[in-house]
């Protein structure tokens, strides 16, 4: 039994941590949220110093070569900060898709400027109605339609939007500084990651691999993001909880630390072990992504719907257990709130991937 | 990140599988292992001892003991490939347990030589078997709050009191039992630990009716019950601290319980159960909640994992492995409940006649006992808050006051 991150991996992990101590401390994040800013260029710029975009980008295509293991430690490592940047929607939405479904051509043309850290790029998806139906369309090398909200999408120089053709469906590649899309930065309930609403009028591209790619790779990619989206989240929520762990050892009421009292003991003993079995589901998904192995949709829905509750549940946590103070601008606690519902809802909520899981396990047994 | 064995892992799994071919017989698919369930048996009782003896003939008994008491020197990953392995077959249940896992190496760690002599033995090999004697009515999660007294006489302790939930007193040979040898010492100070032959005088078995209808443990009464000094473990006073040994090893003993209704079993109910005409599984609530159980489900075995990874790497299980069972267990319960609620009005029916044989009632019945056994749900948080967590204890009232003097409410 080998369940568990290697060694070079670890320190992959304990460099990684050290890095974002440094350049994304909260105070980052919190800097973002207030500003105008939709993320921050120097850490973004740092992290592309580290070459984190190309963590798991073929050495060929520009990048370092890695797998997807690895890239789930960063992951971890960037939602521990609530790294500030659009790292999820460049890496693991579009330069996966890139990989998994790209010409030739196109992964030689996008993912060295990704790798680099040069090119942002994102997956335009859902539109606004949000009743499931895709409208937003293709012909004769030209996109029509509105997609909103779209992670990312203000500052996004490519995005991989999602469009029908007659009765077949793809993701179309459409470099975004044209006249022919319209831009709008929308209020996100997480202002340190950024939302979008995209207008195409007839704006220039290009079926990413070629042709319509078809909706089984669509969803291949949502899964493939959703393991990595995890591991942000899981970050996310074990960071929270080691924060609070430390003001209820330090907190002193009613004549003693706070942390002594069951009412609170109880609900932290429950809080870890739903991080732990998040964390668990979490690495079942790292697995079947890194092996390309047919468990991945069902491992890609338990990972996401485990580490979603996890981080709603940190984040509520850390909220109550900080009293008033955690209700303030000031304190961090809200910053972990507002992304665990960004992260929560960007790739669909836990009731879809609920679904998506039953229905998926359905289908194996048919 | 694989789940392979290594090589080392894999050569000792084809050695177990080879003998247990050879001398067992391979389970069905999805044939159950035989539990206890409360079936005490002297048929059953006289299988296990058979099978307990095979093994240790062959060196597959208590492998993880040392070889100097008949074991093997295994390592946990070892053990834990062992019952793998073992599960797959028909064997007996293991009523040895508790005498294996927890008592035989509490007499390694604190017993006179003259104890490991006479006594790992015939536990090994399952000529005997133990009993865990430490509840009482008034000392269950407060198991320092225990009353059975031993007094000196001569070379002789006379212990007088009751303990409860013991499993196997019928068939035990041996029990080891916790009593209270100094009232006038704060709680913890005042408990010597004794191993005492279940066919003394003075003892009385009387088994416990549960709520589910099952016997599986039994209250035992002692008048006058007569022990000698040299069954003693550890020093007059300090059987507190032995215990600790054997509370640490029945953590690593007790798991969230094997056997009963899964997830699977689950899914089967709600496919073949008819909502409306429908089958169950097409409501997109109860689609939403079955996604629920999978998903916590197989945290807890992709949790199990992790645990046998640090294993395997040589580290040893912590006070973490308690998420086992308070994962585990109220699970079991929310799933019979949720599976009760799918049956509709069939879910009233304790009868062969309701779905999967009335599967999930009798889980829904016997659940709650998973929740208290070997450490209560409140307990296991305890453990976790303050051992994994560095959480502060609580205030404790009851230190450094003398035993016969903390409140004790309301006596009957």
Known sequence: ?366 | MDFNDTSEEAAFRAEARAWLEANAERLAPGEQPSGLEGRFDPEMVQKAKEWQRKKADAGWACITWPKEYGGRGASPIQAVIWNQEESRFKTPPNIFAIGQGMLGPTIMVHGTDEQKRRYLRPMLRGEEIWCQLFSEPAAGSDLAGLRTTAVRDGDDWIINGQKIWTTGAQYSKWGMILTRTDPNAEKHRGITYFIVDMESPGIEIRPIKQMNGMSSFNEVFFTDVRVPDKNRVGDVNDGWRCALTTLMNERHAIGAGSGGPDVRDLFFLARSVLWNGKPAIRDSGVRQRLAEFYVRAKGLQYTSYRTQTALSRGQTPGPESSIGKLVGAPLRQEMAAFAIELQGAAGALLDPSAPQEALWQMAYLGSPGLRLAGGTDEILRNIIAERVLGLPPEVRVDKEVPFKDLPTGPRS
Not at chain 1, 48 to 67: C, D, K
Not at chain 1, 131 to 145: E, H, M, N, P, Q
Not at chain 1, 316 to 324: D, S
Request: hydrophobic share 45%; aromatic share 10%; with cysteine.
């Open chain 1, 1 to 366: 039994m080998n369940f568990d991150f290697s060694d070079d991996q670890k320190m992959l992990r304990e460099n990684a941590r050290a890095f974002l101590s440094k350049e994304s401390p909260l105070t980052l994040c919190r800097q973002v949220l207030e500003s105008d800013a939709s993320y921050s260029q120097s850490l973004w710029q740092a992290v592309a110093g580290q070459g984190w975009q190309g963590t798991a980008i073929p050495e060929t295509y520009g990048g370092a070569g890695f797998g997807r293991l690895d890239l789930a430690v960063l992951a971890e490592e960037l939602g521990r900060a609530l790294a500030p940047i659009p790292f999820s929607s460049t890496v693991y939405l579009a330069a996966e898709a890139l990989l998994v479904a790209g010409t030739e051509e196109q992964k030689k043309r996008y993912l060295p400027p990704v790798a680099r850290g040069e090119c942002i790029a994102t997956v335009a998806h859902g539109e606004a109605g949000a009743d499931g139906a895709l409208r937003t369309s293709f012909t004769k090398g030209r996109v029509r339609g509105q997609k909103a909200p779209v992670p990312d999408g203000d500052v996004a120089d490519i995005a991989l939007v999602s469009a029908k053709s007659g009765r077949e469906v793809g993701l179309v590649i459409v470099e975004l500084a044209v006249p022919e899309v319209t831009r709008q930065k929308l209020q996100s309930i997480d202002p340190s990651r950024s939302l979008a609403s995209l207008s195409f009028q007839r704006a220039p591209g290009e079926w990413l691999g070629g042709r319509p790619c078809g909706w089984q790779t669509i969803e291949h990619i949502f899964d493939r993001a959703a393991v990595l989206y995890a591991f942000e989240q899981l970050g996310g929520a074990q960071r929270a909880f080691e924060i609070t762990r430390e003001y209820l050892l330090h907190r002193y009421a009613f004549g003693r630390p706070i942390g002594s009292f069951q009412a609170l003991k109880h609900r932290m003993a429950d809080w870890y072990v739903e991080l732990e079995l998040a964390r668990s589901n979490c690495y079942y998904g790292a697995w079947a992504l890194s092996n390309e192995a047919p468990e991945l949709p069902v491992a890609a829905c338990g990972a996401r719907v485990s580490a979603a509750a996890a981080f709603e549940l940190a984040s509520k946590e850390m909220i109550q257990m900080h009293g008033g103070m955690g209700f303030t601008w000031e304190h961090d606690a809200h910053l972990f709130y507002r992304r665990a519902r960004w992260l929560g809802s960007v790739l669909g909520s836990a009731p879809l991937w609920r679904e998506k899981l039953v229905a998926r396990l359905e289908a194996q047994q048919a």
